[in-house]
């Protein structure tokens, strides 16, 4: 099987490539020329050169293959534009679609995001709870790419399938090092009450969940909830990491509400300006948005079975950053 993906250079890009590939898969990946691609090379990836917004670029890198996994997104990244975020996130999904259909792709897995449910609440979202049109650029293009993808494949009988990932995690991923750090040395802040829920899905049990879109013959036309099997409060895990590094949990807790407030200020004051914030909503989202999810769709029709548990992901996630002088 010969497979293109997209955002390749990526955390869970990069895993996945090098999954299809310890599965004997040929792997091509589409990467502009400033992506850190060594590794995926050395890994006997195929690297062609182009931008997922050049729609010319991402037609040229599909002929013969067979399966697309479209993870390619501008993501976390407080002080791009929203038509940056829109060139990428939704019209790099129509350009791959486009293209896929044309060139007889035989199955194509679209990567969304659990944020197109926003806020959770208090009872774990799924596939069929309510989808939220979003206020951040991030969200808002990945719903609005999502939505597409679904009528794209039906008008171009292009089969389909979409996997809203929960929060990936594992060596590599950085975007928890302030947290496992904080924690270590005993600098964490809790914001609020602790009580908010994630889910938080080890990058290898979501490679095995993307595989299973990709090959198993009831997921065209379907989408799933990719995660892991537990959904734990931030004060939970919290403590959970202080038993891994040492240091303690939390010193001081503070309301979440004035945060909110100097995140939406720093906002509105470094995105005209084209600086990432040094503190943003989605930041403060961490301690303030309900994020629990239920994956019992992808487990009963998929067969999707996490098989990472929360301490040991989280465990051989702090080993990685020891290893990496993060902590």
């Given amino acids: 099987m010969r497979a293109l993906v997209t955002g390749a250079s990526g955390f869970a890009g990069s895993n996945l490539c090098r999954t ?13 020329s400033t992506s850190q691609v060594d590794a995926l090379r050395e890994a006997g990836v195929e690297i062609v050169a182009g ?5 010319a670029a991402v037609r040229a890198a599909m002929p013969g293959v067979d399966v697309v996994f479209h993870l390619a997104a501008i993501f976390r990244e407080a002080g791009k534009s929203d038509a940056e975020y829109h060139a990428v996130n939704l019209d790099g999904t129509r350009h791959a679609i486009e293209a896929a259909a044309a060139a007889g792709v035989s199955r194509f897995v679209h990567c969304s995001t659990v944020g197109v449910h ?3 609440g208090a009872v774990p979202a799924n596939e069929e709870s309510p989808l939220v049109e979003a206020t951040d650029s991030y969200n808002r ?3 609005a790419a999502e939505r597409w993808a679904r009528e794209a494949f039906g008008r171009l009988g292009l089969a389909g399938t979409i996997v809203r990932p929960t929060s990936g995690y594992g060596p590599g991923e950085r975007r928890y090092v302030k947290l496992f750090s904080g924690i270590a040395h005993g600098r964490f802040l809790m914001i609020g009450s602790g009580a908010t829920r994630m889910n938080l899905a080890y990058v290898d049990d979501l490679c095995e ?3 299973l879109a990709a090959s198993h013959p009831k997921a065209v036309g379907e989408t799933f909830v990719l995660g892991g099997d537990e959904n734990v409060a931030i004060a939970d895990l919290a403590r959970r990491i202080a038993a891994i590094v040492g240091g303690s949990p939390w010193r001081v807790r503070v ?4 945060v909110v407030a100097a995140a939406v200020t720093c906002e509105a004051l470094c995105r005209p300006l084209g600086i990432e914030p040094p503190l943003h909503r989605r930041r403060v989202g961490f301690f303030t948005v309900q994020r629990a999810f239920d994956i019992s769709k992808a487990k009963r029709v998929l067969g999707y079975r996490p098989r990472v548990a929360l301490d040991d992901g989280l465990r051989a996630t702090a080993d990685w950053y020891r290893a990496q002088g993060l902590l």
């Fill in 20 to 32: 299809l590939r310890a599965r004997d898969w040929q792997v091509r990946a589409i990467a502009r």
């Fill in 51 to 55: 931008d997922i917004r050049d729609p």
């Fill in 118 to 120: 926003g806020d959770t």
């Fill in 141 to 143: 293009t990945k719903l």
């Fill in 209 to 211: 969940g993307m595989l």
């Fill in 255 to 258: 309301p979440a509400w004035p």
